[in-house]
């Protein structure tokens, strides 16, 4: 497994997504929440795979709980890098408020992580972060936290948190299908600020390999560039996961891709694909020529059916 140097963090490039660990999660999921044996399972392939950082938050119901257990069985937790995240917070707090509540979320991960320090902190939304980031700047003052920062929706207000000088780390969601991000002059920015970019979503919770029949009337825009794309897979004699986790490692900025699993053949698959390094040029320039804008009602999930 590669590793990339970002914010004096070394990351894995592929960081194991836990939030199928506390919840049953994205609409590609046939087999429901793995069982704690399973999770811990899958933990250890992927750490014997070279992964060495887990991306969770307090709102994946007991994910933070299963990852403080099973890396203490594991006798690994010194050896990963944790992410996770704090709860939304309301938008009207006050500076003491913010300060009090942060510092609450911030103790609870740490002791449902079994840790003394958080290595990354994130708020869950942006807009939390450009109203209080302060309170979290604060507890990394004090050594609960190594590093904070922000997952986000978009690149306007991920910009804004690159810019502010206090991230070292942002969340974004990107992937073959969607560049509004990547194409943006984001990752360079970041880069130039020594902040890390961690990519989630990067099959769009499951909707760039469902099976074709399954795809939701209203998303159905996505499924000729979805033939178009498993078009050029099978003549470069890859499958579509493979050249979607390909073609993003290709793209310069991006520390780590965030990718969750349900069962540890499922890990298995994803190591395989990172160990083998980005598409070839010619291919990655095909990928991009092929992929048109497409709209946010399919690239946003919280714009997708309800249904969905």
């Known amino acids: 497994m590669r590793n990339t140097q970002y914010a004096g963090l ?15 999660y994205g609409i590609a999921n046939r087999v429901g929440q793995p069982t704690y044996e399973t999770a811990r399972d899958i933990i250890a392939c ?44 309301d938008p009207s707090l006050s500076a003491s408020d913010a ?10 991960s740490l002791k449902r992580l079994n ?25 990394k003052a004090r050594g609960l936290v190594k590093q904070i920062g922000s997952s986000t929706m978009t690149p306007d207000a991920t910009l804004e948190i690159v810019r502010s000088g206090l991230a070292e780390v942002v969340q ?27 990519v989630r979503s990067i099959y769009l919770q499951g909707l760039l390999l469902m099976p074709e029949q399954d795809i939701h009337p209203q998303l159905a825009d996505v499924i000729p560039v979805r033939r178009t794309l498993s078009s050029l897979a099978a003549n470069a004699g890859i499958s579509l996961a493979e050249l979607a986790v390909r073609y993003l490692l290709g793209i310069p900025g991006i ?6 699993v349900d069962t540890l053949d499922q890990m298995r698959e994803n190591a395989a694909l990172f160990s083998k390094g980005p598409l070839v040029p010619d291919l990655h320039a095909a990928v991009t020529q092929a992929v048109p804008d497409l709209p946010e009602r399919i690239l946003a999930p919280t714009n997708w059916p309800k249904r969905v």
Request: with cysteine; proline share 2%; glycine share 8%.
């Open 46 to 89: 992927a750490y014997e795979s070279g992964v060495n950082c887990l991306d969770t938050a307090a709102a994946y119901g007991t994910s933070e709980e299963v990852l403080g257990k099973a890396l203490a069985e594991l006798s690994i937790a010194d050896k990963i890098t944790i992410a996770t995240k704090i709860n939304h917070l």
């Open 255 to 260: 520390a780590s891709l965030v990718i969750g």
């Open 115 to 139: 840790l003394d320090v958080l290595p990354i902190c994130m708020f869950h939304t942006e807009s939390n972060f450009l109203e209080y980031a302060d309170s979290l700047a604060k507890l």
């Open 172 to 198: 974004i969601p990107s992937s073959i299908l969607d560049r509004r991000f990547t194409s943006s002059g984001l990752l360079d920015e970041a880069a130039g600020r020594g902040v890390a970019v961690f």
């Open 99 to 108: 300060d009090a509540i942060v510092e609450d979320c911030v103790k609870t």
């Open 10 to 24: 070394t990351l894995s490039r592929l960081t194991l997504g836990t939030v199928q660990f506390g919840l049953d």
